[in-house]
């Protein structure tokens, strides 16, 4: 039983759930709604039982995780499913449901669960901060959070490979990208049109945040993508172990080598300087050559049983060393090339920090990961 399962059998769930509830029918504060009773059904008058998100809507607010957005007369309410959610919206229904123990309560009414998803890795402190956790959720930031949350649930769509393109792929922030590429393969969000548009930058409504939650909560009522399975290509740490039982070796950097593994050293070509790789440990796996100022990946041979044939790898291959599949990154200041995932490991492990500020605009870090932007009073993430 999964632990979103196991969450929907704690007695606590319906007290919290009712209470974000409450929260989310906040999206209209001219409205006072009271808290519905767990056993009251209510239906809505400006929902169609033939529209897309009508199942999701039911199940969601059936469970108390949504609300209406009026007090109901004779069972009868509205659900306005196109007004907009905020980012403490999305997030606090997401908290309450996987910890009922969590109140309301803090600076203001969201902060509570703003630290609760901080410290389950939900969310990072430094995401959202461009204009704050009040501003509207954005498509690609919802994709963000729920895909979290589903590889917190041990989901792992990387396993596949998607015959989806996106045709305004290029319009997703590079940080969201795998995210929504994810959210895709995994079926819990789908695109805005039949071609499979994303919209990354669009606002969720509530209808999108029902529907997204209810198609995490229940895979069952996913719709399945056409995807390929991966045998070879990415899973040489789980298939083929043997390749990495190795002593370690030296080799140019660029040129062909076998997968890297820590220990091996990387004479780097700027200036001849051996680097030897070290490896950074987390609970998800092993990261390779973090910040370390050469290129480990570009030239790695890797022989593919199936086809007979060895493959080389460069930028924008599939970073198949990895559990989850992302593309290989080439970072022109690091002179490093990573998979998405090692980039994020980067990324947490280079922030400057809150309290810390930049001298001027433009100043970058002298890791070369991060840029200060005087504006808006913010380092501005620049790696992979």
């Not at 070290?278 to 973090?290: N, Y």
């Amino acid at each position: 039983m999964n632990i979103f399962r196991k969450m929907m059998n704690r007695r606590g769930a319906v007290c919290a759930a009712v209470a974000a509830a409450a929260i989310l029918s906040a999206a209209v504060p001219a409205v006072s709604v009271p808290s519905l009773a767990a056993e009251e059904t209510v239906t809505f008058s400006d929902l169609s039982p033939d529209k897309w998100y009508y199942d999701g809507i039911m199940k969601m607010t059936e469970m108390g995780l949504f609300k209406g957005t009026s007090t109901p007369v004779d069972g009868v309410g509205t659900f306005s499913p196109d007004i907009e959610m905020s980012r403490a919206q999305f997030i606090s229904v997401c908290v309450i449901y996987l910890y009922p123990e969590v109140k309301m309560g803090g600076v203001k009414w969201y902060s509570n669960y703003i630290d609760k998803a901080l410290e389950a890795g939900i969310i990072h402190d430094y995401d959202f901060t461009e204009g704050g956790y009040d501003a509207p959720c954005t498509r690609e930031e919802m994709a963000y959070i729920v895909v979290n949350m589903a590889l917190m649930n041990g989901e792992k769509a990387s396993k596949l490979v998607g015959r989806l393109e996106i045709p305004d792929n290029f319009e997703i922030d590079s940080y969201y990208r795998w995210y929504v590429k994810q959210a895709m393969l995994l079926g819990i969000i789908t695109g805005t049109t039949a071609e499979h548009h994303f919209s990354a930058k669009n606002t969720m409504t509530r209808a999108q945040g029902a529907t997204v939650l209810y198609m995490l909560l229940f895979p069952e009522k996913r719709t399945p993508v056409a995807t390929e399975p991966i045998d070879t290509n990415y899973q040489y740490y789980n298939n083929y172990r043997a390749d990495l039982d190795r002593e370690p070796v030296t080799w140019v950097e660029g040129e062909r080598h076998p997968i890297p593994i820590a220990g091996d050293t990387v004479i780097r070509k700027s200036d001849g300087k051996p680097i030897r790789i070290d490896a950074t440990c987390d609970g998800k796996g092993e990261h390779l050559g973090l910040l370390q100022g050469v290129d480990i990946w570009s030239g790695t041979e890797r022989y593919i049983p199936q086809t007979g044939k060895t493959s080389v790898t460069s930028e924008g291959s599939a970073s198949w060393f990895k559990s989850e599949v992302s593309e290989f990154t080439f970072n022109e200041l690091r002179t490093e090339m990573h998979s998405h995932q090692d980039w994020v490991k980067i990324e947490e492990l280079s922030f400057p920090g809150r309290d810390k500020k930049g001298a001027y605009d433009g100043e970058i870090t002298p890791d070369g990961m991060w840029e200060w932007n005087q504006s808006n009073e913010r380092w501005e993430w620049i790696g992979g």
